[in-house]
């Protein structure tokens, strides 16, 4: 029997094409029911492949030749040869990494979709642990239909490559990894901007979901400050069609609602007082905030609805301070209140309302109100709202402390690692009237939590508290020297606008 005959044999044609190892199942292959593609079988004669173009899509351009590389080559008359794509492995921390060929538009979908669930998703799967989290599932083909828009997928591809690009900083592949991201994200724009131009698209589920996509990308890469015009274009939008309230009790809205509420609220915290925005909208929004999302799974990622609601009155108190200085005396009396109300937290009594693993959240409790603590006393005491009094000092040195012990223990659970990274930077803020010991902790562990989460965020949390800390400065305000938003949220959920 030849070569060909035997690999025709064994290997479904889906897997022949891409140089897979299959398994040989039949009538269907495992491997590409996994990745969500339909297995075209072991026939003696190749299927053929048509690819559907929506009417005035570009069939053909000319391009200039490109000179070869490692990743991509030409064949004569300016037509792609596919590159046989070879797996590999490439191991950071003991995690085995598929290396996929990204150069090709027709594979990147399905090198992002294997890569999410192979990668991504095993991260993610250990937060069920935590009690059941709808959020939180593989990817299939289902996911990624034609009636999705181009700018989503596109997006997805962003995800996984910015996700990869952290993950494999050091590998071979890194330099075509942040080539194929800026690409792509230039043309999931370029794509979104057209559907914001068709009357009656503007402010439909995926417009928002596209935008909101956006601004994750952004969030992640922690370098563009374009995630703050992304953060308006979604407000906007939701004015349009009502406003938070009008929009909340749309259960196929309530992940982008979320996701718009967090990043906005957490991102006025690292920012300074001539920054802050959206304070007031969020205050007349509070009610229904908690009404509506108060029991979910983990709204405001895993941070307890009740310790948000504080952070959302510092935020407003905070701004307040720098547009009506006048009332600082009625803002002081405020400020205590918001005080009282977090030392009054209980996280055991909040742990008892969630359906499973409660010393876990007990843990998570604890962190967040630290963390809230030293938020509510440093920001405050920087627009001098609270007066900076050695009681209170001391308060945030115990605090400080403590936090660091109570992180040492959540950094260490893959349950709930991924979400450490605004309690971490908080303690940063605190290292500056601490000791090396604290700086280092942060130092590290922010490291670490860039490789863990693939995100460049934590890096960048890295150099503003090492400048921060050399700065000669303790204020809050004078930690970040323009708006910064550290959240760990990857992608929104949108497989209920599909439904």
């Given at each position: 029997?030849?070569?060909?005959?035997?690999?025709?044999?064994?290997?479904c044609?889906?897997?022949?094409?891409?140089?897979?190892?299959?398994?040989?199942?039949?009538?269907?292959?495992?491997?590409?029911?996994?990745?969500?593609?339909?297995?075209?079988?072991?026939?003696?004669?190749?299927?053929?492949?048509?690819?559907?173009?929506?009417?005035?899509?570009?069939?053909s351009?000319?391009?200039?030749?490109?000179?070869?590389?490692?990743?991509?080559?030409?064949?004569?008359?300016?037509k792609?040869?596919?590159?046989?794509?070879?797996?590999?492995?490439?191991?950071?921390?003991?995690?085995?990494?598929?290396?996929?060929?990204?150069?090709?538009?027709?594979?990147?979908?399905?090198?992002?979709?294997?890569?999410?669930?192979?990668?991504?998703?095993?991260?993610?799967?250990?937060?069920?642990?935590?009690?059941?989290?709808?959020?939180?599932?593989?990817?299939?083909?289902?996911?990624?239909?034609?009636?999705?828009?181009?700018?989503?997928?596109?997006?997805?591809?962003?995800?996984?490559?910015?996700?990869?690009?952290?993950?494999?900083?050091?590998?071979?592949?890194?330099?075509?990894?942040?080539?194929?991201?800026?690409?792509?994200?230039?043309?999931?724009?370029?794509?979104?901007?057209?559907?914001?131009?068709?009357?009656?698209?503007?402010t439909?589920?995926?417009?928002?979901?596209g935008?909101?996509?956006?601004?994750?990308?952004?969030?992640?890469?922690?370098?563009?400050?374009?995630?703050?015009?992304?953060?308006?274009?979604?407000?906007?939008?939701i004015?349009?069609?009502?406003?938070?309230?009008?929009?909340?009790?749309?259960?196929?809205?309530?992940?982008?609602?979320?996701?718009?509420?967090?990043?906005?609220?957490?991102?006025?915290?690292t920012?300074?007082?001539?920054?802050?925005?959206?304070?007031?909208?969020?205050?007349?929004?509070?009610?229904?905030?908690?009404?509506?999302?108060d029991?979910?799974?983990?709204p405001?990622?895993?941070?307890?609805?009740?310790?948000?609601?504080?952070?959302?009155?510092?935020?407003?108190?905070?701004?307040?301070?720098?547009?009506?200085?006048?009332?600082?005396?009625?803002?002081?009396?405020?400020?205590?209140?918001i005080?009282?109300?977090?030392?009054?937290?209980?996280?055991?009594?909040?742990?008892e309302?969630?359906?499973?693993?409660?010393?876990?959240?007990?843990?998570?409790?604890?962190?967040?109100?630290?963390?809230?603590?030293?938020?509510?006393?440093?920001?405050?005491?920087?627009?001098?709202?609270?007066?900076?009094?050695?009681?209170?000092?001391?308060?945030?040195?115990?605090?400080?402390?403590?936090?660091?012990?109570?992180?040492?223990?959540?950094?260490?659970?893959?349950?709930?690692?991924?979400?450490?990274?605004?309690?971490?930077?908080?303690?940063?803020?605190?290292?500056?009237?601490?000791?090396?010991?604290?700086?280092?902790?942060?130092?590290?562990?922010?490291?670490?939590?860039s490789?863990?989460?693939?995100?460049?965020?934590?890096?960048?949390a890295?150099?503003?508290l090492?400048?921060?800390?050399?700065?000669?400065?303790t204020?809050?305000?004078?930690?970040?020297?323009?708006?910064?938003?550290?959240?760990?949220?990857?992608?929104?959920?949108?497989?209920?606008?599909?439904?």
């Open positions: 029997m030849s070569i060909m005959e035997d690999d025709q044999r064994y290997h044609w889906e897997c022949s094409r891409r140089r897979l190892v299959c398994d040989s199942t039949r009538p269907v292959c495992r491997r590409c029911a996994m990745t969500g593609l339909t297995c075209p079988g072991y026939g003696g004669v190749e299927p053929s492949k048509l690819r559907w173009l929506a009417p005035g899509r570009v069939v351009r000319t391009r200039r030749p490109k000179r070869p590389s490692p990743n991509t080559h030409t064949a004569a008359c300016g792609a040869s596919p590159k046989p794509i070879k797996e590999s492995l490439y191991r950071i921390g003991g995690i085995a990494i598929p290396l996929l060929d990204s150069s090709k538009e027709g594979y990147a979908v399905i090198q992002a979709v294997e890569y999410f669930n192979a990668c991504i998703y095993q991260d993610l799967i250990h937060i069920r642990e935590l009690g059941p989290n709808p959020h939180i599932y593989p990817i299939s083909a289902a996911h990624l239909q034609s009636v999705v828009p181009d700018y989503l997928r596109l997006g997805f591809i962003c995800m996984t490559l910015s996700h990869r690009i952290h993950r494999t900083e050091h590998s071979p592949q890194s330099r075509d990894l942040v080539e194929s991201f800026y690409r792509y994200r230039g043309l999931a724009i370029r794509s979104l901007s057209e559907d914001v131009g068709i009357e009656g698209r503007q439909g589920d995926f417009v928002i979901a935008i909101v996509t956006l601004l994750l990308l952004d969030v992640q890469q922690g370098v563009f400050p374009s995630w703050r015009c992304h953060l308006e274009g979604v407000h906007s939008l004015t349009l069609r009502g406003g938070v309230r009008a929009l909340a009790p749309s259960k196929h809205l309530e992940s982008l609602l979320l996701c718009f509420v967090f990043v906005a609220v957490i991102g006025n915290t920012s300074s007082t001539s920054d802050l925005t959206m304070t007031s909208f969020h205050i007349q929004q509070l009610k229904v905030i908690m009404e509506q999302y029991a979910g799974p983990c405001f990622q895993m941070c307890p609805p009740a310790l948000f609601a504080e952070i959302i009155k510092i935020n407003h108190i905070r701004m307040q301070a720098e547009t009506e200085p006048i009332m600082v005396d009625d803002l002081s009396q405020e400020a205590y209140k005080l009282n109300c977090i030392y009054a937290f209980s996280p055991q009594q909040w742990a309302s969630r359906p499973s693993s409660k010393p876990d959240w007990v843990l998570l409790g604890s962190v967040y109100q630290a963390a809230v603590t030293l938020y509510c006393i440093s920001s405050l005491q920087s627009v001098s709202v609270i007066p900076s009094e050695p009681s209170l000092r001391t308060c945030c040195a115990t605090q400080g402390r403590l936090l660091q012990e109570l992180l040492t223990q959540t950094l260490s659970s893959p349950k709930t690692r991924r979400y450490m990274l605004w309690p971490l930077v908080l303690l940063g803020v605190e290292a500056v009237n601490s000791s090396e010991t604290m700086r280092f902790f942060v130092e590290a562990q922010l490291l670490d939590l490789r863990h989460i693939g995100s460049r965020a934590p890096l960048v890295g150099d503003i090492r400048r921060f800390w050399t700065s000669g400065e204020r809050w305000d004078a930690c970040f020297d323009r708006p910064y938003v550290f959240s760990s949220q990857l992608a929104v959920d949108i497989s209920r606008i599909l439904l």
